[in-house]
Every structure is written in structure tokens, then in C-alpha cells.
Nanobody, 124 residues
């Protein structure tokens, strides 16, 4: 059974930074493509970033490109999301997701496992 647990959310002022972590337990972490999504109140869950399981390739949503960085440490079974230059529009619950495939994906339907989410609130 795969489990994902996010941490690192909180309240930050506009322009600030946060680093989210997602700890993975279960089958071989390096077999999974990992992604981050977010959901703001009243909105659908949206793609933020994804990282290939081994080759270091990443994909970002246009809204976060240049500000957010996804990384993973396969030895620690952890994926990270470094968020810089945060603005109030980044306020959302952030979810970690796992996909048992080498093919990277950017839609919620393509991911098999989800964490419980961590709240990020950016004040103006």
C-alpha cells in the first residue's frame, strides 16, 4: 500500500518562500512519477509540477514556472516543492501525488495515489 504524507505548509507573506515535503512509503519510490497539485477554495484541483522518476526531467504549470522547483530524493523516499516569490493567488491546499509509470502526467486522473494535503496561505 502506497502512502503519501505532505508537510511544510503554513502562512507566509507575499514574496516569501516555503518548502513542501512529501514522504512516500510503500513500493519502490523510484518506480513512481511524482507530482504536486493544488486546490483553491471553489476551484478544481490543478497541476503544479511533476518530476520524472529517474532522469531529472520536470514539467511546471505556467503559473509557477520560474518560481517553484520540484525535486526528489529517491534515497529518502521524498519529493519536495520549493516555492519562492509566493503571491496570494498561490493560496491553496497542496497535494502530493504518485503515478506508477515512467510517463509523466499533468492531470489528476492519471495519478494513482494522493496525500491528504497541506494548506498554504499567502497574505498580501
Amino acid at each position: 500500500q502506497v502512502q503519501l504524507v505532505e508537510s511544510g505548509g503554513g502562512l507566509v507573506q507575499a514574496g516569501g518562500s516555503l518548502r513542501l515535503s512529501c514522504a512516500y512509503s510503500g513500493r519502490t519510490f523510484s518506480s513512481y512519477t511524482m507530482g504536486w497539485f493544488r486546490q483553491a477554495p471553489g476551484k478544481e484541483r490543478e497541476f503544479v509540477a511533476t518530476a520524472h522518476r529517474t532522469n531529472g526531467r520536470t514539467i511546471y504549470a505556467d503559473s509557477v514556472k520560474g518560481r517553484f522547483t520540484i525535486s526528489r530524493d529517491n534515497a529518502k523516499n521524498t519529493v519536495y516543492l520549493q516555492m519562492n516569490s509566493l503571491n496570494p493567488e498561490d493560496t491553496a491546499v497542496y497535494y502530493c501525488a504518485g503515478r506508477n509509470s515512467p510517463v509523466m502526467a499533468t492531470t489528476t486522473q492519471e495519478y494513482d495515489y494522493w496525500g491528504q494535503g497541506t494548506q498554504v496561505t499567502v497574505s498580501s
